[in-house]
Structures are given as C-alpha cells and as structure tokens.
C-alpha cells in the first residue's frame, strides 16, 4: 500500500503566527500610547497668579519636551493666554510670578535671581534685570517673595541663601526698555 494521501493543514503553526502578530501589534499600540502619555500626560501649570483686576492670569505651564523638561511663560486671558517665552530646558527655570500693582506689566523670576518683565497686554518683552549677581551656576543666593512697589518703578524681595536660613530684604530700582 501506498502511504502517499493528504495530509491535514497544519492548524497549530497558522494559529502561533496570528497570536505573534496580535502580540506585536499589541505591543507597537502600547509603545504608541505611551509614548503619546509621556508628551501629553506630562503639561501642568506650576505657578498660576491672577491680575490685581482678575481680567488676566500669568502662569509657568511645564511639559515634557524632546530634551527633558520644557517651561512657557504665558499671560492673557485664562481661555486665551499666549506665550511670552519659552524658557531654554537645561538652563532656565522659572519659580515666581509678580504684577505690578495696576496690572500693566507681569514679571517672571527665572533662575531664581533674574526677573524678566512683559506687558500684559501685549506679551511685548520689556527687558530683564538681575535681582542679584549670580556667584556661580547655580548662584549661592536666589530672590524670593518679589513684589512690584505702588508705581512699579521698584521691585522689593528677599535676598536668601539657596541652601540655609538668612533672607536679607533687598531694593532695586527698575529702568526697563522694550526689547526691539
């Protein structure tokens, strides 16, 4: 006799191909949706200050960028705000915000000495002044708790250790020209 016939197609090698392929497609849309996660799970507001009149808000909105971690500086309206700047990743940080007293100027303490100063209206970049010298990178003293005075033509704050107790108040008239 003959041992020639058909023979049954070999259903056990067909079904492992599928569930290897429903793994990897399984495993490329979870590498996608995370990776989608990390860039847009990853945007919070770190500080968030309204206007004396409450008609605007000036805010540090974080996110996860291609180099780590990225800071905008945004003011306007809460629905509508705009980015005044966006904040070099690996040597900048903002950490406080500050009005002048009637609303016409917003300021940002980036690096925790220098304060950069907008129009509130316009977004328009009216200059930046170092609250204090920089001794080193990161500087040994930072500025805290920075306020405008009643005309807004000073800013008071506290000159402060970085790593221990010490604040020294501290005065410095401002002379700002719009950056052309």
Known sequence: ??????????RGARRAGIAIALAIAAFVVAGAAF?????????????AVPSPSGDLVAYILEARCAFGRCQSLKVGAANDARVVQ??????????????????G??????NGYQLRVFDAHTGQNLGAVSLIEPDKSPSSRIARGVTFSSN???????DCPRQHSGCRPA???LRLTPER
Not at 35 to 47: F, I, N, P
Not at 86 to 103: F, H, K, M, R, V
Request: charged share 15%.
């Open 35 to 47: 990776a989608a996660g990390w860039l847009l799970g990853g945007r919070h507001v770190t500080e």
């Open 86 to 103: 966006t904040l070099n990743t690996q040597s900048e940080e903002a950490s406080e915000i500050a009005w002048t007293p009637d609303g």
């Open 171 to 173: 005065l410095l008239a």
């Open 152 to 158: 807004g033509a000073a800013v008071t704050f506290d």
């Open 105 to 110: 100027r917003v300021a940002f303490l980036v």
């Open 1 to 10: 006799m003959s041992t020639q016939g058909n023979l049954p197609a070999a």
